[in-house]
C-alpha cells in the first residue's frame, strides 16, 4: 500500500508554528499590560478615595519640609505619647487604649515617616532619626510638659533612645512587649529559624517597587476583622500602598536601632513598666521555629528574661507578664495597657506634687 504523503511541507508547518507562538506570546502579553495598566488604575484610585474617605484624625505638623501626622485627644499632663511597633498600622495600633488613656491625661499617637499620614523621607530610618522626627514634632505641635513614653515592639529600642538623646523631656515609660538590642542573638540560639526582619527585606522591597500596580493592596485586602478593629483596619489598608515603603525603611535600619538602643544603659528613677506577653506560642509558630512545646517554653522564657532586664534598667522599674495576650498586647488585652499607663502617669503626678513639710523631714 503506497504511503500518504503530507500536503503541507515540513518547512511551511515551522513557519505557521513559529506564527501561532508569536500570536500567543503577543496576546500574554497584551493582557500583562491590559492586568498592569487596570491595577496601577485600581491602585491611583484606591489612593484617592484614602484621602477622600480617610482625612488625619490629628493635625499635620511642618517640621522643615516633611508633614508628621500627630493625633492628640484629651487633656493634662503628662503627656503620653505611643511610639508603634514596625509595620504600616502606625497610630492606628493604638486604637482600642487610645480614646480611654485620654480619659485621665493628653494622649497622642502619631505616625512615623513614611507610615500613613505622615510623609516619607529620602534619608535613612533608625532610632535616632525616629526620636530626632518625634522631637521635632512635639516641637511643632507646642507639646511641652513631661513625657509617659509608651513603646510597643520596635517602638521600645525607639522609646529608649529618645530617651538617650532627649531624656529631660521622658518622666516614665511603659513598654508594651518591647524588642530588646541582643534579641537575635540571645533568642536565636534557642530556636531553629531567622528571627531577624531583614529576611524580609527582599519581598518588601519587592512590594514596594510595584506597590503602584496595585497588587500589594490586592493581596492584603480581605480576611475577617473583629468589629472593634475593622474601622482601623480599613484605614491602615487604604494607605498601604504608600505606607509599606515607610515600613521597609525601618526594617532596612533595623541593625542600627539595636546598636543605638544598645548605647541607653539606665532609665535612672523613672517609673517603667514593662509588660510581657506570655501567652502559649501555637503549634503553628512553634513548627515554624523548628522547636518543641518544651523549647517553645523556654523561648518564651527568654523573652521575659530580656523584658525584666530592661524593667531593671530603672530603680522604679518592674516587669509584669501578660499570660493571655500575644505579641499585640493593646489589642488582646487594652485593659492591662491603660492600667499601667495609669500607674505611671500617677506616679509622675505624685511626683510632681511639692512635698509638704513634714515630708521633707
Known amino acids: 500500500m503506497t504511503p500518504i504523503s503530507d500536503p503541507v511541507p515540513l ?207 490586592f493581596l492584603m485586602t480581605g480576611g475577617e476583622v473583629p468589629a472593634v478593629r475593622r474601622e482601623a483596619t480599613a484605614k491602615a489598608s487604604a494607605y498601604i500602598g504608600t505606607s509599606i515603603k515607610g515600613a521597609l525603611s525601618e526594617v532596612e535600619g533595623f541593625d542600627r536601632t539595636l546598636d543605638q538602643a544598645r548605647q541607653v544603659r539606665s532609665f535612672g528613677n523613672r517609673p517603667v513598666i514593662v509588660l510581657t506577653a506570655m501567652a502559649p506560642l501555637t503549634a503553628d509558630q512553634l513548627k515554624g521555629m523548628g522547636v518543641t512545646r518544651q523549647g517553645g517554653d523556654r523561648f518564651k522564657q527568654e523573652w521575659r528574661t530580656l523584658h525584666q532586664e530592661q524593667a531593671r534598667m530603672s530603680t522604679r522599674g518592674r516587669e509584669q507578664s501578660v499570660p493571655d495576650a500575644t505579641h499585640y498586647i493593646q489589642i488582646d488585652r487594652p485593659d492591662v495597657v491603660i492600667a499601667a499607663v495609669r500607674d505611671v502617669v500617677d506616679t509622675v503626678r505624685a511626683d510632681a506634687k511639692p512635698k509638704s513639710d513634714d515630708q521633707v523631714r
Open 11 to 217: 518547512p511551511v508547518k515551522r513557519s505557521r508554528v513559529k506564527r501561532w507562538l508569536k500570536r500567543i506570546g503577543l496576546g500574554i502579553l497584551a493582557l500583562l499590560i491590559l492586568v498592569i495598566v487596570v491595577g496601577a488604575i485600581y491602585e491611583a484610585l484606591s489612593r484617592w478615595n484614602a484621602t477622600r474617605n480617610y482625612p488625619p484624625p490629628g493635625k499635620l505638623v511642618d517640621i522643615g519640609g516633611r508633614r508628621m501626622h500627630i493625633d492628640c485627644r484629651g487633656s493634662g499632663s503628662p503627656t503620653v505619647i505611643f511610639e508603634a511597633g514596625l509595620g504600616t498600622g502606625g497610630s492606628l495600633d493604638w486604637t482600642l487604649v487610645h480614646n480611654k488613656i485620654a480619659g485621665f491625661t493628653r494622649a497622642c499617637a502619631y505616625d512615623r515617616a513614611g507610615i500613613m499620614w505622615s510623609d516619607a523621607k529620602s534619608t535613612p530610618q533608625d532610632a535616632a532619626a525616629v526620636a530626632e522626627d518625634l522631637h521635632a514634632t512635639l516641637k511643632g505641635a507646642g507639646i511641652t510638659d513631661p513625657l509617659v513614653l509608651v513603646g510597643h515592639s520596635i517602638g521600645g529600642p525607639y522609646t529608649m533612645t529618645y530617651v538617650g538623646k532627649y531624656g529631660d523631656r521622658v518622666a516614665g515609660l511603659v513598654m508594651v512587649d518591647p524588642s530588646h538590642p541582643d534579641q537575635i542573638v540571645r533568642l536565636g540560639k534557642l530556636v531553629h529559624t531567622n528571627l531577624d526582619p531583614k529576611q524580609y527585606l527582599t519581598m518588601m522591597k519587592v512590594a514596594s517597587a510595584v506597590s503602584w500596580t496595585g497588587i500589594v493592596r
